[in-house]
């Protein structure tokens, strides 16, 4: 988390003269809550969603006029479920990763703004129990990698966002070494988040 808020910090310092320099161009920073869960499965059932943060920076870049624009960004993102799998093995999943998502923005009305994307993850954290059983799931037990799709929508007023999005994962959560544990998962999460842009 402190290596974001430095980034954001020196974004934030030099945000300013980039602004004036490209009209349109802005950096900002974002903090929200999420909810995920795993899907993809049929044998995960009584799935409990995992509700946390995700926070972090982005950068909006104009492609030509006002209404479109490209958004990546840098995020801190918590993720995992808790369910039951196999009817004998009911894993409790938390995960974290550094999250970079890329979205192509459009705004509708001047102030709706709909975007759509694909996101890269590093996992920073991961750990778990299975049947109550403390320590059986550790960082190695996860990928160390995600991608997958998102989209959403939300309102932003000048420099101020208000977001709401969902996304998909489309790699396995657990390695194949964790699969009898795990089952064949991949994440699904929501976020709601509200930015500033300078």
């Known amino acids: 988390m402190k290596y974001i808020f430095t980034v954001a910090l020196f974004l934030a310092c030099i945000s300013s003269s980039y602004a004036q320099m490209s009209d349109g161009f802005r950096f900002g920073m974002k903090l929200g809550v999420n909810g995920s869960n ?4 049929a044998k995960a059932e009584d799935i409990k969603k995992r509700v946390g943060v995700t926070g972090g920076v982005f950068v909006q870049i104009p492609l030509g006029g006002k ?23 009911n894993p409790d999943i938390k995960i974290n990763y550094l999250e970079l998502p890329l979205s192509l923005e459009y705004h509708l009305f001047g ?31 996860f990928e160390d990698f995600d991608f997958g799709w998102h989209a959403g929508t939300g309102l932003d007023f000048g420099g101020l966002g208000l977001h709401f999005r969902i996304s998909r994962g489309l790699k396995n959560v657990g390695t194949q070494s964790a699969s009898q544990l795990l089952g064949d ?14």
């Open 38 to 41: 795993v899907y993809d499965d």
């Open 111 to 141: 102030v709706v703004n709909l975007h759509a994307g694909a996101y890269a993850s590093l996992l920073a954290s991961g750990d778990g129990d299975v049947s109550g059983v403390p320590g059986q799931l550790e960082k190695t037990s």
């Open 185 to 198: 998962l991949k994440n699904s999460a929501w976020a709601f988040t509200i930015s500033y842009g300078f």
């Open 67 to 89: 209404r479109l624009s490209l958004r990546p960004e840098l995020l801190f993102t918590t993720k995992g479920a808790a369910y039951d799998y196999l009817n004998n093995k």
